[in-house]
């Protein structure tokens, strides 16, 4: 390689503390080329995962521009376009960081043949999960199938140390041309939610690091009990800079383990969902159907409604389904980005069970609208919800939501917060929703609120008698 440059895609990893990839490099001596490319993958996100990944990739140019470096933009075929900075620059490597969800690894696995078939060194590195999925295996050397042994299998992993940032990253003679960010137009889909929406989100590698550390100090030691209020402020809320990879989960879990060290012993079910989310992408590499498909399937002709047209699932996705729990959570959604733990197994649930309606319209949604989206996490969310996925007990865990809403709202708070109907002075996150909603739906806040579309018992009914009648 001489002294040639190395190119340094950063896709999911848009941090410069605990890189590994970017350690790696830096570490070389050669001088190091950072890219984003906005690919096919990118182009087909939906409006609010796109425009969130604007944000970080704007932030992750300024902290390469402190360090002495810049970010070279670059849209069109990952290939052409890593091909093309070759030519361009003389690099003689291409480094990136893994990924587990099928598209991706395909793509990845036909780049890095023709990269190597060129004469480029190509490597690929660890970074946004804490266990290699290859790399955990059951005493009889499978992959696991079940959370709780593979969390018990893992919990007392010894995981080294998260890399600090470096100083300084080397910089090219000559830089490559870069396209500009707002030339890409990332928030264009978002249309009038826009700004309402960048409002909500928490960007950037230091933002990420402040919230860690505010939830360590603050909220972790009551997270088992306040994770399950919704209208409590009890979560870390780092699934949006973890999808983005602008903090590491290595930080995570050292963090939490410091705070069990310390006498937090709720730092326990932080750490263990962080290894749900390690679940989802070991489930994602060993069973790649689970992002397109049925986990299980003898759900393949489960009778579910595959029509996202109709009236009941239109209310589901304006959250008008005369459910408080369920609309209130599809609010919060749409507004923010993001949707408490909590709603989105109640909002999955009823779609799922009290609507009969297939899991992939309710992802589908969600990949629109979540700013956290995630294709293996939310995948196996909707999956464990549906029934179809991993989850020992399927077929009768249907969420009541009314009794879910008694038990984790009792004063209705999570409601006032959003559902402006019933209000007389409603909130200003309630009536926000009516500011980011199309214009086209004809809803406003003076709007009755409506009945409800499938009622808690006649849903539950209808569910439990769907799964007699096909044996499960």
């Known amino acids: 390689m ?107 696995t036909a780049l ?24 955990v295996q059951t005493k009889t050397g499978g992959f696991y199938r079940v959370f709780t042994p593979m969390w018990k299998a893992v919990r007392g992993t010894d995981i080294t140390s998260d890399l600090p940032a470096p100083a300084k990253v080397p910089a090219p003679d000559t830089w490559p041309a870069s396209d500009r960010l707002t030339d890409w137009r990332m928030a264009a889909p978002m249309r009038r939610g826009a700004d309402i929406l960048a409002s909500h989100c928490t960007v950037g590698e230091r933002a ?70 390690e679940f989802a992408y070991h489930l994602a590499f060993h069973t790649p159907q689970i992002t397109s498909g049925n986990w299980k399937e003898d759900w393949d002709a489960f009778p579910w409604n595959a029509d996202e047209g109709t009236p009941e699932v239109r209310a589901w996705q304006q959250g008008r389904t005369g459910m408080h729990f369920v609309d209130a959570a599809m609010r919060e959604m749409y507004v923010t980005g993001t949707m408490h733990n909590r709603g989105r197994m109640i909002v999955a649930s009823y779609l799922t069970k009290h609507l009969m309606t297939h899991w992939k319209i309710g992802l589908d949604w969600f990949a629109d609208c979540l700013i956290d989206w995630d294709p293996c996490s939310n995948a196996m969310g909707w999956q464990w919800s549906a029934g179809s996925g991993p989850d020992a007990t399927p077929y009768f865990r249907v969420f009541n939501p009314v009794t879910q809403l008694d038990k984790f709202d009792k004063d209705r708070a999570y409601v006032r917060r959003w559902i402006a109907e019933e209000q007389k002075a409603p909130t200003k996150t309630a009536l926000s929703y009516f500011d980011m909603i199309p214009k086209s739906w004809g809803l406003s806040a003076g709007d009755p609120y409506p009945a409800a579309v499938v009622s808690a018992e006649e849903g539950r009914k209808r569910a439990l008698a769907a799964y007699a009648e096909r044996g499960f």
């Not at 960081?97 to 990845?108: H, K, V």
């Not at 890095?112 to 790399?135: I, M, N, Q, T, Y």
Request: proline share 4%.
């Open 112 to 135: 890095k043949a023709a990269l190597r078939d060129d004469g480029v060194a190509v490597e690929s590195f660890a970074g946004h999960v804490l266990f290699e999925p290859w790399r």
């Open 208 to 277: 990420a690091s402040d919230r860690l550390g505010a939830f360590m100090a603050h909220r972790v030691a009551d997270y088992a009990q306040n994770r399950d209020l919704p209208a409590v402020d009890g979560t870390s809320r780092l699934s949006e800079n973890l999808t983005y990879g602008e903090i590491s989960p290595r930080r995570c879990w050292h963090a939490g383990w410091r705070a069990l060290q310390a006498g937090k012993a709720d730092a326990e079910v932080f750490l263990k969902e962080l290894v749900w989310r």
């Open 2 to 108: 001489s002294n040639s440059p190395i190119l340094l895609w950063f896709r999911r990893d848009l941090r410069l503390g605990d890189h590994e990839a970017l350690s790696a490099a830096v570490a070389s001596g050669h001088p190091v080329i950072p890219v984003f490319i906005h690919d096919e993958m990118v182009a087909s996100l939906g409006a609010a995962p796109k425009m969130r990944l604007g944000l970080s990739v704007e932030s992750l140019g300024q902290e390469l521009a402190a360090k002495g470096s810049r970010l070279v933009l670059r849209r069109g075929d990952a290939q052409k376009v890593l091909r093309d900075l070759v030519a361009e620059t003389g690099a003689g490597a291409v480094y990136w960081s893994r990924l587990y969800d099928p598209a991706t690894r395909q793509r990845d």
